[in-house]
């Protein structure tokens, strides 16, 4: 095994310098954490805000019917992510895209309200001010970018403990381990209706699928074969908006903190919730965070330590 990793190092690393200015090239770039005040002291560690857009600008007709995603327009978030990179760690958590908080200028609302109103900006300020974590790089994907990686990796292999059903999602599945190309995993990701979790289920299934991907897009069988560690590439990086100053590297780094979390050498977990499903005129049903627990995870993180226990992992 020692030898194995050594050669898929030096591969990576030869091919590496080779791909690097291309790979730099690819990905979208965005400027979502300048430009505003009062922002938190920089902890210990680093976090990444990741973002799962849900936009269908680039979709056709066709592919908004193949992905069970409606004709429904404007900027709205599916998953929102915070991963901590440091000396403890990584820890990857899941903020509900109904968590009722403060955005700078708008009141308190969903967050996902923040990236509707003002796009990754907002959002970034809106998670640094609920949290009090410093975001030190951004990263998101569309539906189709998510399509296109899984099925550039040849899909991914996805194990349910109960059968899972949604119409609106377009999810079918039965209990058990089977494989999952992009059309489906994308709806395993966006099934939410008929869970008696709701939102909290689905940011398990997304954490599942992102672990899935990583694990596979940095196993041996992927980074060995030319034929699919290029094109698998090409998608994930096509598929990427970036903050200006994430590189190659950090982006690595992000991969592979992915997999450790697959690993089980991390954790991933939600932001504890005090109510899950509390009906707010106006603003719809919310997700309530237990103050005292988020407030001592938040702390752990920004002072790289273990994290708290919770119940919503």
Known sequence: MALLLLVVVVLVVAGGVALYVWAGGQVRRAEPLAGYSGRPSPGKGTNWLLIGSDSRQSLTPEQRKE?????EEG?????IMVLHRGDSGPYL???PRDSYVAIPGHGRNKVNVAFAEGGPKLLARTVEQATGLRIGHYAEI???GLVRVVDALGGVRMCLDKALKDEKSGADFRAGCQEMDGVRALAYVRARYTDPEGDLGRVRRQRQLIGAVADKALGAGVLLDPFTLVPAADAALSALTVDRGA????LGRLSWSMKEVADGKGSATTVPVASPGVDLGGVGDVVEWDEQG???LFQALREDVPIPTSGNN
């Open 247 to 250: 590189g190659v590297p950090d």
């Open 75 to 79: 900027l709205n978030t599916d998953t």
């Open 294 to 296: 988020a407030r001592r």
């Open 142 to 144: 569309d539906f189709l």
């Open 93 to 95: 958590v899941s903020l």
């Open 67 to 71: 992905l069970h995603v409606g004709n």
